[in-house]
């Protein structure tokens, strides 16, 4: 599950805090070696990345199967490796209370592993998406066409410190024959780079080609600078991560980028809704795991039912620790809720903070989520058929929700398995990619001699 | 079709050419305005285009369908007004004879504008591609999830001089549900003013909102790269020309981008071709339009088959003046072809040259192509099984043919109707880009209550 963090502590460290850095050599060792300058050094791994990615690209799924199997096999063998290097991770971040929610992210414990090897297996036990074709026809000229899924090449994923993020874009992108060239969060950089040596490891040894999951292993704005105009050699970014990281890419990037920005998610209690469910849905969207992207930012309540509805919910809220702030109209009913400022509507909150406000209507309700929704998960609970037809059809959002919870939108509980993230990008893929949007295509066409007439 | 010219010329056009410039009003009417700062201009323009996509995303296909109708009309109504404005662009480029191949490639006929009209006509008869849901699956907890077709959004579309693009990409955004943007070359201007005018001129008349066809009624390239960053009004942004303007979209694009690039496109004849076939394809593949992106500029030839096959093939080229140029054991068996330059291999001529290449083996002919190819379109000659499906394999590029001319990788020819280009991209839409990948996802989720557990 994709959790966002700004990036700005990430982004504002410099070259000075690293003065010889140990380089991945193209025999997988770790050396001390005099240091490359940044474009040296991001034109060696890239180089690397582009040179296994026509191998890999062809290798049998059993090869990648088998190697994805070995890779669970060594992250719990290694648990010991793993968190005596997520300790210093977190030594680093020292007792600062405010960085504690970053720090509970970065932490690791030996379940937290296991529970990586499980998701490992899972993507090894999913389809290969790679070399289907789900039709071909053939043309009035006798020319036979198809589409065929191949790899996108190499994808560069530039996320945040959450270490399992390691592993899953490490195995999906190999699952998918995609080489993937990781640029984590320099806060989890230790962890981080044991996580790849031995992901990328026991790859080599299981016949992948080496540099097909390679690490940039310098902490150094300057290489994600220099990364984000490799347009030779790396066919797609994926970001993942807060506004400043995203101000990177879009300002830096040469690549294609596919968004995994932040989400703004509302939900809307119509006049005819079951208000019971309504309630359910409302705290397991803004409680369950506030702090991801899918949950609910602002809750838009119908003024019909506002005063049955709110108070209640209200207290519940309050009661799991979750901080309310309210329209003027939300105060009359609920005079125990902070007044919102005009800025709280639309901002991510990410943690127990919810917006509320109620509205006229439906077009109301509407044009709040078009005014201050991110486009991201939109959820409306009711029992009118019609109002429920006009929100899927009128509501802008990689997923659209007519009485279910917001925190749904996700790969495994749409049926999708595992995902690198919730893309928010209206190309490509939109709302959980998983190994098929991992995937492009090359049309292949067998003929009998045809031309163009 | 796609076809591609260097628009160097366009961008190298600066303010100091445009004192005063008509405006587009949100009326639709032209008029001289004080001028707008290229910043306002393009907030002003983009802003409107915005606005307007909500509103065409929810038409019917009726309405839809019914504009097009018109403006295929109106295309023919007005067929003297638009040859005029043309007259007007073909004087600008005066005698200059090297400009030649430019002109032609401007200049209109009442054929065709004709062809234009029936291009609207055939848009009108092919299927919505918005709407569609192919598969909708329940998960065990009982929640529905659906996948929907939806427009992009707005679409900016970068261009050369021929006037039927501005035909083809507004007409083909107005059936996917994509408000456009068009930005044309500066050297059509007055050709495409006219084109857009009587298209959204028409439009509006039929009920679409004011502003899906946006045309940017200003030559200078700021306002080029003043549209690259307009990544909150603008989602997609389709770049169709030659090298200096695919730099300047990389280099100032915040919003996603989908390039049409180059195409240098190879036939390798086998050993086991039948040859007859090999020469008809190769005649085929360069001559019968050798300014396309899908025409043949590389020839690489089995050096068991050359003797037999080339002297023979390099006549027939030179009979259709194409001037044929090669390795040094080509020019061993057809003295009269010139020696190839080494940076003749992988160069996109676009015109009657093509640089030819005696092989050992297909493994040669592969990493030649891995080379030098611009991963567009690429076909082998063969009658042999398995090379003809290592080659389908191996061969990464947005077509991979064969026996088959190079010049097939068309949307028509492959039976998906009108393209707006051939995609160069590995994200969304690679190859011949038609109404469906015009559109993007979203996910809808009809519930009864289902939560996070």
């Known amino acids: 599950m994709p959790e966002q963090q700004d990036q700005q502590n990430d982004l504002e460290r410099t070259t000075s805090q690293t003065s010889t850095v140990s380089v991945e050599t193209p025999q997988g060792e770790a050396q001390q070696e ?137 195995v999906l992108c190999l699952k998918s024959g995609n080489v993937c060239v990781l640029r984590g969060g320099s806060d989890a950089i230790q962890t981080n780079r044991m996580l790849a040596k031995i992901l990328s490891d026991t790859a080599d040894a299981q016949g992948i080609p080496p540099g097909a999951i390679s690490f940039v292993d310098r902490p150094d704005r300057e290489v994600v600078e220099e990364l984000l105009k490799q347009d030779r050699d790396v066919d797609l970014i994926i970001p993942r991560g807060g506004p400043s990281l995203m101000k990177t890419v879009a300002e830096h990037a040469t690549i294609p980028v596919l968004k995994h920005d932040e989400g703004v998610c509302h939900v809307y209690v119509d006049q005819d809704a079951d208000l019971a469910m309504a309630e359910t849905i409302c705290l397991n969207a803004k409680v369950q795991r506030p702090s991801t992207c899918n949950a609910m930012e602002g809750l838009l ?13 209200v207290n519940k809220l309050h009661e799991a620790g979750v901080e309310v702030r309210g329209c003027p109209k939300t105060l009359q009913l609920c005079p125990d809720v902070k007044p919102a400022a005009e800025d709280d509507f639309g ?23 078009a005014k201050y929704g991110s486009r991201h998960t939109e959820a409306i609970v009711t029992n009118d058929y019609a109002r429920a037809m006009r929100f899927l059809r009128e509501v802008d959002a990689s997923a659209v929700m007519v009485n279910a919870s917001t925190r749904l939108n996700d790969g495994y509980q749409f049926g999708l398995g595992a995902e690198i993230g919730i893309s928010t990008s209206r190309i490509h893929a939109r709302g959980p990619m998983g190994l098929e949007e991992l995937t492009c295509s090359k049309f292949i066409v067998m003929g009998s001699g045809q031309i163009r007439e």
């Open 34 to 170: 005099p240091e490359l300058s940044v474009p040296e050094y991001v034109r060696t791994l890239v180089t690397r990345a582009r040179s296994a990615s026509s191998k890999l690209a062809s290798l049998s799924s059993h090869v990648k199967n088998q190697a994805l199997l070995a890779m669970a096999e060594a992250l719990e063998a290694k648990v010991e490796d793993i968190l005596a290097e997520n300790e210093k991770d977190l030594a680093a971040y020292g007792e600062n209370p405010e960085k504690q929610a970053s720090a509970d992210r970065l932490k690791l414990t030996p379940e937290r592993i296991a529970e990586m090897a499980r998701g490992v297996r899972a993507v090894a036990n999913l389809p290969d998406p790679l070399g289907s074709m789900p039709k071909m026809w053939t043309r009035p000229n006798g020319m036979q066409v198809g589409r065929v899924r191949v790899p996108i090449g190499v994808i560069g994923i530039i996320y945040e410190s959450r270490p399992n993020v390691t592993v899953d874009s490490a």
């Open 301 to 313: 309540v119908n003024q019909v039912v506002a005063r049955t509805f709110l108070p209640a919910l």
């Open 347 to 369: 901002k991510e909150f990410l943690s127990r903070i919810l917006a509320v406000r109620i509205v006229k209507h439906l077009d109301e309700a509407l044009d709040h989520i």
